[in-house]
């Protein structure tokens, strides 16, 4: 497991998103997700690199878009949505290992947050998932507040 010395401050550009929205309580998210992911593949036939941003918990449901970087001129397929990532500063970790590890990963980034003194909330970016699920590398990144807010365009 990736250890806090591998923690950076980064800047990252805005970019889009094409993918599907997720709400889902905490104890609903381990089928919800899955589901997304499956009707995602089949909706997007081409893309190879997939993420998942975890947009916001309120009231206890969390809203989540599971999808793949897409240029907004492209025309968006059937059931998709555009989401758009502005500029933010991140904490970023690599997680090398197992996907059923990654929550370990946000955890550091958290802990590293509150040892740091930074303000960081829901905001989270995790590239990496692949289409065949055997995927071992993931991008982690957990907002610094004030962090600008991603917001739907279609």
Request: aromatic share 10%; net charge negative; hydrophobic share 45%.
């Amino acid at each position: 497991m990736t250890v806090a010395a591998d923690i950076e401050t980064v800047s990252l550009g805005a970019f889009h998103l094409a993918g599907l929205e997720v709400r889902a309580r905490w104890q609903e998210l381990h089928t919800a997700v899955p589901a997304g992911w499956r009707a995602l593949f089949e909706r997007l036939p081409e893309a190879a690199n997939f993420l998942e941003v975890s947009i916001e918990v309120l009231d206890g449901t969390y809203t989540e878009l599971i999808g793949a970087a897409w240029a907004k001129a492209e025309p968006l397929p059937e059931g998709l949505r555009l989401l758009h990532v502005p500029a933010n500063r991140w904490l970023h970790l690599v997680h090398e290992g197992p996907v059923a590890t990654i929550g370990a990963g946000f955890a550091e980034l958290y802990n590293h947050a509150r040892d740091a003194d930074l303000t960081v909330g829901d905001l989270k970016l995790d590239f990496g998932y692949t289409r065949d699920g055997g995927e071992t590398r993931h991008d982690l990144y957990l907002a610094i507040e004030p962090a600008e807010r991603p917001h739907w365009i279609k």
